[in-house]
C-alpha cells in the first residue's frame, strides 16, 4: 500500500520558518515527480511547489518564490518544503502527492497529475 506521511507542520510566527517532510513508500521514488499543495479553510486546494524525478525542474508559485525551496533525497524516499519568512497568508494543510512521470524533467502543476496524497500537515502562522 501507497503511503506519503507528511510532517514537520506547526505553529509558526510570521517572518519565521518550518520544513516540512514526506516520506513516500512508492518504489522506485526516482520514477515519481512529487508535489507540495495547500488548503486553506474555504479554499480550492493549489500547487505550492513540483519537482521533477531527479529535482532539477522546479516550479513555485508565485507568492512563495523566494521563500519556498523544495528539494527531494531520493536515497531517503523523502521530499521536504523549506518554508522561510513565513506570512498569515500560508496558513493551511500542506499535502504532499506524487504522480509516477516517464519523463525525468517535468514537473506537474494539476492535483490531476497525482496519482498519491499524503494525509496532509497543519501550517498555522501568526501575526
Known amino acids: 500500500q501507497v503511503q506519503l506521511v507528511e510532517s514537520g507542520g506547526g505553529l509558526a510566527q510570521a517572518g519565521g520558518s518550518l520544513r516540512l517532510s514526506c516520506a513516500a513508500s512508492?518504489?522506485?521514488?526516482?520514477?515519481?515527480?512529487m508535489g507540495w499543495f495547500r488548503q486553506a479553510p474555504g479554499q480550492e486546494r493549489e500547487i505550492v511547489a513540483a519537482?521533477?524525478?531527479?529535482?532539477?525542474?522546479?516550479y513555485y508559485r508565485d507568492s512563495v518564490k523566494g521563500r519556498f525551496t523544495a528539494s527531494r533525497d531520493n536515497t531517503k524516499n523523502t521530499v521536504y518544503l523549506q518554508m522561510n519568512s513565513l506570512k498569515p497568508e500560508d496558513t493551511a494543510v500542506y499535502y504532499c502527492a506524487a504522480h509516477k512521470a516517464v519523463y525525468a524533467l517535468d514537473s506537474y502543476l494539476s492535483q490531476n497529475d497525482y496519482e498519491y496524497w499524503g494525509q496532509g500537515t497543519q501550517v498555522t502562522v501568526s501575526s
Open positions: 519537482i521533477s524525478r531527479a529535482g532539477g525542474n522546479m
Open positions: 512508492v518504489r522506485p521514488f526516482s520514477s515519481y515527480a
